[in-house]
């Protein structure tokens, strides 16, 4: 039985005010209700301002995810009983969206696939609801209004992904979009993405069977577990002959599973109707040209710019510009810049420090790139000083641990501070050279036969009897000279 999976991801737009009122976007980790007004507070009597900054993040979102910018679109309301936005209806988009039949292209499985994007809208945000705190239950719900009026905007897709990893891998995509964009930080652990997940079975591949949905999931891990449970569910429940119910569900992590929350509601329940307290937003040629002028670099345009320009791999070029922590990338491409002013051809050179040894170093660490200090301006630093300073691969991996031990190290005094002198002078490495060569007589034999590889086991005698400290390019200078008749 084919499966058919869409989206609804919700996220919140970067502005520094709410999309109906002045109150400020800074919710996270303050006081509850520290951050509302009359108009948060639906008291009686208040009028809502759209937010021109939110329309215009979402209408680069539209350009950026391919769709058509509506020249005109109404804002409506939703009814629907939320205790946590106290004029029990939302202000959303409905039947005019600001955008709408759009695509994306992702990566999933070594290849590009595309998905439709149905509809991007415009929408605010509900509250906060506290059952508990910590491990204590309360015996009353506390509400926090900071959230309520957030600017979200909704992005549908088609149901055009048949695979969990299809889907998780699109919103890995969807997300370096927005962040490239500066429409979203993305950030799931303060609230800022939220994915709905639609996900039906049928055995016929020209319709689609009953469709469930899978509400509020915050992590990609949780996408893909939810709909794997799911789509497994239904297709054992469809083979004993039960009839699926278009139904809202619940992923219970502790539980790995999907559990009813309520039975499904269509649009009639929600008894939309035009906003009458808000114009019509409307959207010309030039206005939207303008902010097509200034979009940035998407990822897929990043990633072919890597590669040929960079000369980086698709695997490093994909690692780099889809990574979980959005400032991966931008610590490459400042780095490669600031390196690359001083005559370096840095770009593999930078993503191998960065892929293969600074983030492992700060997973160790439990270190974010922000959190770490460690800026594209020391980490130029400190790659210059290793390529042109010829530090072996050892010392360049102490230094940088030196560097993330403390932030205000530059990559110079790193060094200078662990005292390591490298051998570069005929007179120091000469004897060394001479040693190593009657130590190994059949890699002397191999290389003199062609072999070039070979020498590799005379720099490996010479740089474990200086423990790592000989020069590597001069060493390596020497021997060629010393074993050439």
Known sequence: MKPAIGLEIHVQLNTKSKLFCSCSTEVFGVAPNSRTCPVCNGDPGVLPVTNKAAVERLIQMGLALNCTIAERSIFARKNYFYPD??????????EEPLAGKGRLDYYSGGRVNQARIHRVHLEEDAGKLLHAIGSQTL??????????????????????????????????????????????????????????????????????GTKVEIKNLNSFKSVRDALEYEITRQREAVARGEKIVQETRLWDVKKAQTVLMRTKEGASDYRYFAEPDLPAICVDEAW?????????????????????????GPNEAQALVFHEDAEVARLFDETVKLAGANGNAVGKIAANWILNDLLGQ?????????????????????????????????????????MLDDPALEAAAA??????????????????????????????????????????????????????????????????KELTP
């Open 362 to 402: 700060l997973k160790t660490r439990g270190l974010t790139v922000a959190k770490s200090g460690m800026s594209a301006s020391r980490l130029a630093g400190f790659i210059k000083l290793t390529e042109e300073g010829g530090l072996t691969s050892r010392l360049a991996k102490d230094l940088l641990n030196k």
């Open 85 to 94: 936005l106290p004029k029990n209806y939302q202000i959303s988009q409905y």
């Open 288 to 312: 939207i040209s303008e902010l097509k002028k200034n979009l940035p670099p998407l990822p897929t345009q990043k990633m072919e710019q890597y590669q040929n320009q960079l000369g980086l």
């Open 139 to 208: 015996d009353c719900t506390l509400v926090d209004f900071n959230r309520a009026g957030i600017p979200l905007a909704e992005t549908v897709t088609e149901p055009d992904f048949l695979t969990s990893a299809q889907a998780s891998d699109f919103l890995v995509t969807l997300r370096a979009t927005l962040r490239a964009l500066g429409a979203s930080n993305c950030d799931m652990e303060k609230g800022e993405m939220r994915v709905d997940v639609n996900v039906s079975v049928s055995a016929d591949e020209k319709t689609l």
């Open 415 to 480: 060094f200078k501070e662990s005292g390591v002198q490298l051998l570069s002078g005929d007179d120091a490495l000469l004897p060394l050279i001479k040693k190593a060569i009657q130590a190994n007589p059949k890699a002397v034999s191999e290389y003199k036969a062609g072999k070039e590889k070979a020498i590799q086991s005379l720099i490996g005698f010479v740089m474990r009897e200086t423990r790592g400290q000989a020069h590597p390019q001069k060493l390596q200078e020497l021997l060629k």
